[in-house]
């Protein structure tokens, strides 16, 4: 919000007064504050609202705002700003991962918004940058212009299983947890004893991903049945120590893993 410096709890009474529910608070024209004294005090002003409102801070993570903003916001950028191509997706989402093990319910690292839909990628990288942002607990901010959203771009913005996966209550960051060359496997805990898993190919050509168990905190001898949320379908037959799969250039496998109670 611009032109909140100095006049915080003026501007948070204000917001409250029209119901809003989220503010980005960006670091523009800040007089050369530094962040770590600027942003507490729009985090009172809120406090004294009278409104619960979710508290986006937006300084670019210059200041590893994963270290200290916990205590005063509820999300944080790490990164700077997005761009709708394929290299600003890979990298933000790179520089994010570092900060993993400081999230938790309510307290969320933000590598900035959605570009799904704004047209320069394809539909498997949009697809890709979708699946990480859910399983990494980001934001999901639609960042197209959603009067001319294409029925390709709502198919993906609408995967309620990929959404279910960002909103899973017990609120883990996913994290890569393996990677050979440009072949990646991500993953996080679920509710109930469940494993999210990305297979994730940013090569130039299709090639065979695996998951093994032990890189997914998963028990070597654990029995598992995998569904996956793009086809929306689960796999014919349950899962032993590894799943592997064909994974198309810059496209992503998602799914799934449940272990089996017998």
């Known amino acids: 919000m611009p032109g909140s410096l100095g006049y915080e709890e003026q501007d948070a009474k204000t917001f409250a007064s029209w119901g809003v529910d989220y503010l980005k608070y960006d670091n523009c024209f800040n007089d050369g504050i530094n962040p770590k004294e600027r942003y507490p005090k729009m985090s009172q002003a809120l406090s004294n609202s009278g409104r619960p409102i979710f508290y986006s801070m937006c300084e670019w993570g210059d200041e590893d705002p994963a270290t200290w903003a916990p205590k005063i916001a509820n999300s944080w950028r790490t990164t700077g700003d997005i761009q709708d191509n394929w290299d600003s997706v890979t990298s933000r989402a790179d520089m994010n ?120 905190d998963l028990p070597s001898d654990a029995i598992v049945e995998a569904r996956d949320l793009w086809t929306q379908s689960y796999l014919p037959s349950n899962l032993q120590s590894n799943l592997t799969s064909m994974v198309d250039s810059h496209d992503v496998k998602m799914y799934i893993l449940t272990p089996s109670s017998g």
Request: hydrophobic residues 40%; contains cysteine; glycine residues 8%.
């Open 97 to 216: 991962d570092k900060w993993a093990a400081y999230a938790g319910p309510g307290l969320w690292n933000d590598p900035d918004m959605l570009e799904v839909g704004n047209g320069n990628m394809s539909k498997v990288e949009y697809r890709s940058h979708f699946s990480i942002w859910a399983l990494v607990k980001a934001p999901l901010l639609i960042g197209c212009d959603i009067r001319s959203v294409t029925s390709e771009t709502l198919e993906i913005l609408s995967n309620s299983e990929v959404i279910n996966v960002n909103q899973d209550p017990l609120g883990v960051q996913g994290k890569k947890v393996s990677q050979q060359g440009d072949l990646e496997v991500w993953a996080g805990p679920l509710s109930n004893n469940r494993v999210a898993v990305i297979l994730w190919n940013r090569s130039s050509s299709q090639a065979a991903i695996t998951a093994k168990w032990e890189d997914i």
